[in-house]
């Protein structure tokens, strides 16, 4: 009998420090991890490692609960919100406009699908169920560590390091291994609370000394994203984290705080923030208000006449786009468009005025409001239960706060459990200025799975090898067949789920190539490397649709090197794979102007295809009717059909939804001085000289040759 129960133990032993490892792993390569071989090279290494570590682990527990023959499942205050919340989930996932992408996440951000909230709810519960409360410190630690490596990155990156690789002024704004400015920002909100809070407890003086220099390294390469969301919640969370300090320690506060706003307060004079107000006394605006003054008094006013829209303010931007995540809710109040439907529902529902900035044709698939974005997709439903888990952790944390008292000094895990409050609290502030990423959501459902233990007083935590070892295992010849068969089956599960995740990456990694090829087009090569992908991952209608072009545009090459049977054949297939991609997304109006695209491409050898070209940019109308671009290409092609009086009424509409759009006024001039209304043509060619760019040389070309004629 003994002999039995040091085999169990040693089982489960083997099973928790694996369990544990995995979890430093998840913590240490997540905000490392990138690759420059993706078609996103960032959010989408991240989320298939958290998919690939939450496989690992949940296996890793089920084996171990076939191995106690219990289940092991530690119950927490949150539950039944959770459960809710996933609930909701599904229920939007089931009403969606687009349940692919509801289930998958958008492509290019994969965080926020069905899938994604399975992985962190399994990673919570995992982590409550089978982590111990001594390794927890060294968990942190390992998150330290990493975040090191990415702020010397971020620093790096500040002084040139990478800047030829980037498109991005990367010097300017540091995104390190996040990949976007606000995201890592976000990230380094996350760690300085919880950093700062590490550094007051008692450790060796070598790891006082890391931490305390990792609080100001973050702090620096957060000022050099220019982050203004991350420096709000940086603010609001360090904030919170020394008023709870005070409130629990009184004068043991005082000269840590002191110390650290000093160094604070010293490195933003040295090096700057985000916010005008506060940079106007900086350091490097001190030195450079000379050559600023110069400079602005250089500048040239611009015409009032003109409309200039010029860089508009990402405040104004977000402000739009907020009024469209609105509107979806409006018409979506109770379960939304479905999860992570956005992108797709924001065509729709986009505010007239996003035509009038600088970024009028950009895709915008989150709502840049974690709040609004659950509102518009999973409606009160979703932002419902959402709003209640973050209200029930902060009464319980408070509750738990105000219930604890001391009476020497205060144990470590409590001050890291402030500072860990605090860095949740971020999370909360940089979401509503923006949206959760892989990282700044694996903390958003595991920093609250840590506090509960933490704020646990259990000798032994449920799950550990102590308790499992108190009853007496009996196993018969039978039982330890049925325990077998429940091994092979979770051991070939995890590892078919494993073998889905290495068919997704690579299929991304095809599809990457792809892509880049096709925009070259090299549409052969594009088509070979896409086809891949789709073989590898057959449902992703993203691959459908972007396969479909180059294989029409082969199709039209054949055409033209008079080999009709072969072109026929990539006519075909082109044709095939876009309706199968709007049969798995019928709302993505993507989808519908690359069957616009390809049908009108095709109409230049068959005329009979031009209709069906005009029905489907109809279509992508109705899905997104402020969409200027949309009605601009259905003009020319009404009027290529001889259907001048639908071209005019579409121009006129192109002009109203975005008043400074040149093309569209071109095309007026042009129709109108082909069909004999010069007075019309010569109006709108010299509304482009006179509203838009007066040194427009084609539309004074036009407006020469016009007054020449009259």
């Given at each position: 009998?003994?002999?039995?129960e040091?085999?169990?133990y040693m089982k489960i ?10 979890y430093?792993i ?10 420059p071989?993706n078609f996103?090279?960032?959010?989408f290494?991240?989320m298939?490692l ?5 496989v ?6 089920l084996?171990?609960?076939i191995?106690?023959?219990?289940i092991i499942?530690?119950?927490?205050p ?6 809710l919340?996933l609930?909701?989930?599904i229920?939007?996932?089931l009403?969606?406009w687009?349940?692919h992408?509801s289930v998958f996440?958008?492509?290019?951000r ?10 962190y709810?399994?990673?919570?519960y995992a ?8 390794q927890i410190?060294?968990l942190?630690?390992t998150?330290v ?5 990415v ?6 990156e500040?002084f040139g390091i ?5 498109v991005?002024d990367v ?11 606000n995201w890592?920002a976000?990230?380094?909100a996350v760690l ?7 550094s ?5 003086g070598?790891?006082?000394f890391?931490y305390t220099v990792?609080v ?7 000022i050099?994203?220019k982050?203004?969301?991350?420096f709000?919640?940086l603010?609001?969370g ?9 409130l ?22 040295l ?9 106007k006394?900086t350091?490097p ?5 000379s ?7 250089s500048?040239k006013?611009v015409?009032l006449?003109i409309i200039?829209?010029?860089i508009?303010?990402?405040?104004e931007i977000?402000?739009i786009?907020w009024?469209?995540?609105i509107?979806?809710f409006k018409?979506?109040p ?6 992570e439907?956005?992108?797709?529902a924001?065509?729709k529902?986009?505010?007239v005025?996003?035509?009038m ?7 915008y698939n989150k ?7 659950y509102?518009a997709?999973?409606?009160?439903f ?5 709003l209640?888990?973050?209200g029930?952790?902060i009464f319980?944390f408070?509750?738990?706060f105000k219930n604890?008292?001391?009476k020497s000094?205060?144990p470590a895990?409590?001050?890291v459990?402030?500072?860990?409050f605090?860095?949740w609290l ?5 979401n509503?200025?923006g949206f959760?990423?892989v ?8 920093i609250?799975?840590?506090?509960y233990?933490?704020m646990q007083?259990?000798a032994?935590l ?5 308790k499992?070892?108190k009853r007496?295992i009996?196993?018969n010849f039978r039982?330890n ?6 091994l092979?089956?979770?051991c070939?599960t995890?590892l078919f ?6 068919f997704f990456?690579?299929s991304?990694?095809?599809?990457a190539?792809?892509?880049s090829?096709?925009k070259?087009q090299?549409?052969a090569s ?5 086809k891949?992908a ?6 992703e209608s993203f ?14 090459y054949?055409?033209?090197e008079n080999?009709a ?6 006519i ?11 049969n798995?997304s019928?709302?993505?109006?993507n989808?519908?102007k ?7 491409n095709?109409?230049?050898i068959?005329?009979?295809y031009?209709?069906e070209?005009i029905?489907?940019l109809e279509?992508?109308k109705k899905l997104?009717p402020?969409d200027p ?9 009404y009027?290529?059909?001889?259907q ?12 109203k939804?975005?008043?400074n ?11 109108h001085?082909?069909?004999g ?9 010299e509304?482009?000289?006179t509203?838009i ?17 009259i």
């Open positions: 009998m003994i002999k039995s040091i085999i169990e032993e083997v099973t928790d420090r694996i369990i544990i490892f995995t430093h998840l913590f240490f390569l997540v905000p490392l991890i990138l690759t071989w996103e090279l960032f959010e290494n991240k298939m958290t998919y690939f570590l939450t690992i682990i949940a296996s890793l527990w084996i171990k609960m191995t106690v023959k219990q499942f530690n119950k927490t949150f539950d039944l919100l959770l459960l919340f609930i909701s989930q229920t939007s996932t009403l969606s687009d349940r992408v996440g958008y492509y290019s994969f965080n926020g699908g069905l899938l994604s909230t399975f992985s709810l399994i990673l919570f982590f409550v169920s089978n982590f111990q409360k001594s410190l060294k942190l630690r998150a560590i990493s975040a090191i490596f702020t010397v990155y971020g620093i790096l500040h990478d800047r030829h690789i980037w991005q010097q300017n704004r540091v995104f390190s291994t996040l990949g976007q400015p890592l976000a990230f380094l300085i609370p919880v950093t700062t809070s590490l007051l407890i008692k450790t060796p070598k790891e006082k890391l990792a100001y390294m973050y702090f620096i390469t957060l050099y994203t982050s203004r969301s991350g709000l919640g603010m609001g360090l904030g919170i984290f020394w008023l709870l300090y005070f629990k320690f009184k004068k043991e506060t005082v000269k840590p705080f002191l110390v650290q706003a000093a160094l604070l307060f010293a490195i933003v004079f090096f700057g923030a985000p916010f005008r107000i506060i940079e006394y350091l605006q001190l030195l450079n208000s050559n600023s003054a110069s400079v602005s008094r500048v006013p015409d006449s200039d829209v010029g508009t303010e990402s405040g977000r402000n786009v009024k469209g995540a509107n979806i018409n979506y109770v379960f939304g468009t479905g999860t439907s956005f992108a797709l924001y065509f529902y986009r505010p005025e996003h035509n900035t600088s970024e009028w044709d950009f895709l709502a840049h409001n974690e709040y609004l974005n509102a997709t999973t409606g009160m979703g932002l419902g239960s959402y209640l888990i973050i029930v952790f319980y408070l509750k738990q604890i008292s001391f000094s205060p895990k409590f001050v459990s402030i500072g860990l605090s860095a971020t999370v909360l502030i940089t509503f200025f959760s990423v990282i700044t959501q694996l903390y958003f459902f595991l609250p799975a840590v506090v233990l933490y007083d259990y032994v449920p799950g550990s090898p102590e499992y070892l007496a009996v196993v039982q067949m049925h325990l077998s068969i429940l092979v089956i979770v070939l995890g789920l494993v073998i889905r995740l290495i990456w690579v991304d990694f095809y599809f190539k792809g892509h090829q096709s070259s090299e549409f594009a088509y070979k490397n896409i891949t789709v073989f590898l991952n057959p449902n691959y459908l649709d972007e396969l479909a072009f180059p294989a029409a545009q082969i199709g039209l054949l055409y033209s080999k049977s072969d072109s026929a054949v990539f075909k297939e082109a044709l095939f794979y876009n309706e199968k991609a709007l798995i019928p709302k993505n109006v989808y519908w690359t069957k616009t695209r390809i049908l009108y095709l109409s230049q068959d005329q009979n031009l209709p070209a029905k489907a279509v992508a997104s402020t671009k949309i009605r601009y290409n259905l003009a020319l092609m009027d290529t059909s001889g001048s009086k639908k071209a005019y009424f579409e121009l006129d509409d192109t002009v939804l975005k008043v759009y040149r093309d569209a006024w071109l095309a007026k001039g042009i129709f001085a082909r069909d209304n010069y007075e019309k043509a010569i109006e709108a060619l509304f482009i000289l509203r760019n007066p040194n427009d040389d084609e539309a004074r070309k036009q407006l020469e040759e016009l007054q020449n004629k």
